[in-house]
């Protein structure tokens, strides 16, 4: 088969590599049918993560079941499936208390921007729809397997409530897609934090109601303008910075949460801060799995509007060119089809 | 009258000042009936805390009601209250929330040990019992003003829910009515941190089914050891050091709840820690206020053990020798009477 493997900061290759194997009795190999570049994929892609190359890359996926190990009892063959970017046993306690992504045997999946792809415990990683879904649907599908998933977890993390008001920061898929999130679970007023055209205009398609556009100091203030001095009930961290951390919660009211789910880089908080600030910090990699089956159902129900984050589709065999794209922000997502 | 004055590190003494008086048109005047030492008054005492001194101190306090300001209506003279150690207004949104140590006019009480004190917006501050106390509900009535209401707001905040295994980190008069009231939330299993022989025999006394004597990672492993490697539900941090939070975060489950009222002193937390341990942090400076009508509730039915904390009773004219009782842990907590 061929797949993205990151051989240096910056240097993506389509190559041709070994078919992936069934290995354990419990794996999955799916042909993948959609496969994306996620904001995470730029730590490695821009060296900030220290890596093993040259390596398999890509952990967004969907596709159909093309073999199961001799263990595997609810996936077949010719299925259509989506999983998280972590394979979880579903049988843990953990996952048994719905934190899947804390799985005593998770495994992380890397090589999903490939052709095909060996999934480990199928059986609690994988949901099947009942039928493969309209190719207009595939977008959508694709982003429960991850984006949307933590997204949904940031708006569930951060306590939405109908009639709440929340603030988002951030305005990268995830972002976006808890905007999408918030607005579904049922939040009164959206502020997104945005500063580029194209993104407030997504949000506002998403259900954000308002745009501030400043940072920092400048942005919490705007939105305590915005909550007549009292600050959001709710706010959805989903950048991972000492700043946009720090946005988050002081943007937030006494007795609300920040529902955290960008993956911290240097992000230090002191105790003393976020004590007197009667803030609330809930998150962590977002346990997609637990979500698949409702936002599945949402999607299969003709809400088509997630996928709409693609801004950007290409054949898997140009991924150089959507991480490019990426990194640049020129483009907010990119699908890839092998 | 007579009031306690911190002159310096170390140096309390009991002294004639004026009486206190009506101020604001809110204000209440109140008879002290007993009064205590705090752990945070620790942090003043030791010269911890930067201070304006000489200075009155002390914050936990009930009484009788001597005199009241114009706009006072619902706190009449002669009424047994109990107070916060946070005025507040009760009518702003965040006392409306609940959280009324973040309201919007809050004032810090100071100078209840004494034998009188002005205690500011008293409609929204103080709670009257239907009718004067009996002398032996006195020690339980004056934890409601700041210890009991905090170790209640520790356990609130961790989530305790029927059946869950709790951890309480510290084994102060906070800590041990943490372990009273998950129990009374409902918790199964209360395994406390503590050292001290008497503490540990009071925890048991309160409901704590579990004693780790070990602190840090041996700690830490301890827990993990009799909660089958899955950690706490919920786990209250009564310390407020960088080691007593750390001890509590790696204690709890992923998905699991800290319940944060220790007063942080250098702590600083990893975002990228706290992340990846799925473990939500939740508190900060208890509002008492809003339990106020439970916890006296409970009292006044017939539930006396809150007081037993006290486990030294001085006349308030001996303050100095409390403070130092509490300063070497020869005394868990000091009640003193006018």
Same mark, same amino acid.
């Given at each position: *088969?061929?797949? %993205? ?65 001799? /263990? ?53 990683? !994988? ?13 959508? *599908?694709?982003?429960?397997? /991850?984006?949307? @998933?933590? @997204? ?11 009639? *709440? ?42 259900? %954000? ?9 400048? @942005?919490?203030?705007?939105?305590? $303008? ?15 910075? $000492?700043?946009? *951390? ?16 960008? !993956? ?16 609330? !910090? ?12 409702? !936002? ?6 003709? /809400? ?6 693609? /801004? ?9 060119? @959507?991480?490019?794209?990426? $990194? ?11």
């Amino acid at each position: *088969m061929r797949a %993205a493997v990151l051989h240096a900061p910056g240097d993506v290759r389509y190559e041709q590599q070994d078919d992936p194997e069934i290995i354990q009795p419990t794996d999955a190999i799916i042909r993948i049918s959609a496969t994306s570049v996620c904001g995470s994929d730029l730590w490695d892609y821009r060296g900030i993560n220290p890596a093993t190359r040259p390596g398999p890359i890509g952990h967004e996926y969907c596709g159909i079941v093309e073999a199961i190990g001799a /263990d595997v009892t609810t996936i077949k063959p010719g299925q259509f499936v989506i999983g998280s970017f972590f394979a979880s046993d579903g049988t843990c306690p953990h996952c048994q208390a719905g934190f899947h992504t804390s799985c005593q045997h998770r495994e992380l999946i890397r090589g999903a921007q490939a052709e095909a792809l060996r999934v480990p415990l199928a059986d609690g990683t !994988l949901v099947a729809t009942p039928e493969a879904p309209d190719a207009n649907l595939l977008p959508s *599908m694709l982003t429960a397997s /991850d984006v949307l @998933g933590t @997204g949904w977890f940031a708006a569930v993390s951060a306590n939405i409530q109908p009639g *709440m008001t929340a603030v988002v920061v951030g305005d990268g898929a995830v972002g976006l897609l808890g905007v999408w999130s918030a607005r579904r679970l049922g939040a009164e007023r959206i502020i997104v934090m945005s500063r580029q055209e194209s993104r407030q205009t997504l949000a506002r398609e998403f259900g %954000a109601t308002d745009v501030v556009a400043e940072r920092g100091k400048e @942005g919490v203030a705007h939105v305590h $303008d915005l909550t007549n001095g009292i600050g959001a009930d709710a706010v959805l961290e989903c950048v991972g910075t $000492d700043e946009s *951390m720090n946005q988050a919660m002081r943007s937030t009211r006494p007795g609300g949460f920040v529902g955290v789910v960008g !993956l911290p880089h240097g992000v230090e908080i002191r105790g003393d801060r976020l004590f007197y600030s009667h803030v609330a !910090l809930r998150g962590g990699p977002a346990p997609v799995r637990r979500f698949l089956p409702h !936002l599945i159902d949402l999607i299969l129900g003709g /809400d088509t509007t997630p996928g709409r984050v693609f /801004d950007q589709i290409l054949p898997l065999g140009q991924i150089a060119d @959507g991480y490019r794209a990426m $990194d640049e922000r020129r483009a907010i997502k990119t699908l890839l089809m092998p």
